[in-house]
Each structure stands twice: as structure tokens, then as C-alpha cells.
């Protein structure tokens, strides 16, 4: 009963690639988002959706593409993968208004590790 | 600009001993705050949250944080580690006129010795 799973957890891949990571929840939130995790530990918001409408859009390289079928999916797709790339990619979800309505919590995936090689 | 801020990069204490892990806060006004944990090689889980009213807020697996705005923290404790708190510690901010916006301090590696 996993509340927001991301796919896949390890991911090993070659410079130039293109992959895809894969977020879902169940918990019926409208807004998901995605963070970014470097090899210093640092978390920074990638980018944050809402009801499958783009409402944050950090300062992100245009190789990595969001996509949100659907309120309860958001992907996110990277072409042309570099070494800079290798980090862990947290998925994330919570109500409308995210963590500034009282008793929205955002709820964070198990992250997906990528190494680029 | 925004941010949030962790002192400490790590920190040992020994089983048993009590821990306050620190946190500071840079803000127009007073944000909402968390504090999440990360055991190796797994997600981030919210241990507690404050947004307002009482100034210690209580969480999850014993730990407890108090929010001062004289001194722009929000530190969090627990009387008594156990060894399985070993873990990395973030604390975070969101202003309150934009609620989804996540600010991470850098995190805190706990080791607890035994």
C-alpha cells in the first residue's frame, strides 16, 4: 500500500541515453512534484504539478521533461543523460496548496537512484 | 533570499544520550517548517511539522522540535537516541504565501555509538 512509488528505484546508464522515471499515488493529492538529490546530499525542487498543469519549473535543463498523464502520475523523462545527472530523484505529492494549507503534508517517494557512466 | 540552514553536517552521540539537532531559518516571514528524516538508501520521512499555535510541536518516534522566532530556529531533540535514529536529518521551510515550495537546509548525518 505503497503511497507514492517511484520506478525504477536503481537505475545505471550510459551518457547520451534517454530514461524515464515513473511516479504514482494513492492518496487522491492533486500536486506532485519532483526533487532532485546530489551527492552532497542537497535537496532542490525540480519542478511541481497541479491537476496535470506545470506550476513550478525550477532553473532545470530542458533535456528533463515532466509529464503528467494524470493527477495521480507524474514521469520524468531525461534525454541526452550526463554524468551531472547521477543523484537520487525523489517523487512527491500532497493536497492543493501544498505545505502552506494547515495539514497538508507532502508525502515523498523512496527515490530512484541514478548513475550515469 | 529564502533559505534554510543546519549547522552541524554530522553529529555522534552515544545510545541513550539526548540529541538536539539544529536548524535555522532565513525568511521575510515566518515559514512553515518540517523536519524530515532519510535512513540509508531509503525516502524522506516527515517527522514533524509546525505552522503555527504551539511552539513545540511533537512528531513521530519520540522527537519533538520548538519553534523560536527571536532566534530564527527550529530545533529539533529527543531525550534518549536509539541506535536504529541513526540517519540523515533535513529540516525544511516553505514561505506561507506559496505552500508548495520546499527549502532544504543541508542535512544533519546522525551516528549514535553504542
Known amino acids: 500500500d505503497t503511497a507514492v512509488s517511484q520506478t525504477p528505484k536503481y537505475l545505471v546508464t550510459q551518457m547520451g541515453n534517454d530514461k524515464s522515471i515513473k511516479c504514482e499515488q494513492n492518496l487522491g493529492h492533486d500536486t506532485m512534484y519532483w526533487y532532485k538529490q546530489d551527492s552532497k546530499k542537497f535537496l532542490k525542487i525540480m519542478f511541481s504539478?497541479?491537476?496535470?498543469?506545470?506550476?513550478i519549473n525550477e532553473t532545470v535543463p530542458n533535456r528533463f521533461s515532466p509529464k503528467s498523464p494524470d493527477k495521480a502520475h507524474l514521469n520524468l523523462h531525461i534525454n541526452s543523460l550526463e554524468l551531472g545527472d547521477s543523484a537520487v530523484y525523489f517523487c512527491?505529492?500532497?493536497?492543493?496548496?501544498?505545505?502552506?494549507?494547515?495539514?497538508?503534508?507532502?508525502?515523498f517517494g523512496e527515490g530512484s537512484w541514478l548513475t550515469v557512466v | 533570499a529564502q533559505s534554510v540552514t543546519q549547522p552541524d553536517i554530522h553529529i555522534t552521540v552515544s545510545e541513550g544520550a539526548s540529541l538536539e539537532l539544529r536548524c535555522n531559518y532565513s525568511?521575510?516571514?515566518?515559514?512553515?517548517l518540517f523536519w524530515y528524516v532519510q535512513s540509508p538508501g531509503q525516502g524522506l520521512q516527515l517527522l514533524l511539522k509546525?505552522?503555527?499555535?504551539?511552539?513545540l510541536v511533537q512528531g513521530i518516534k519520540g522527537f519533538e522540535a520548538e519553534f523560536k522566532r527571536s532566534q530564527s530556529s527550529f530545533n529539533l531533540r529527543k531525550p534518549s537516541v536509539h541506535w536504529s535514529d541513526a540517519a540523515e536529518y533535513f529540516c525544511a521551510g516553505t514561505p506561507r504565501t506559496a505552500g508548495n515550495m520546499l527549502t532544504f537546509g543541508g542535512g544533519t548525518r546522525l551516528m549514535v555509538k553504542p
Open positions: 504539478y497541479n491537476n496535470k498543469e506545470l506550476i
Open positions: 525568511y521575510g516571514a515566518t515559514p512553515y
Open positions: 512527491a505529492s500532497s493536497r492543493r496548496g501544498g505545505q502552506g494549507a494547515p495539514g497538508n503534508t507532502i508525502y
Open positions: 509546525y505552522f503555527s499555535g504551539d511552539t
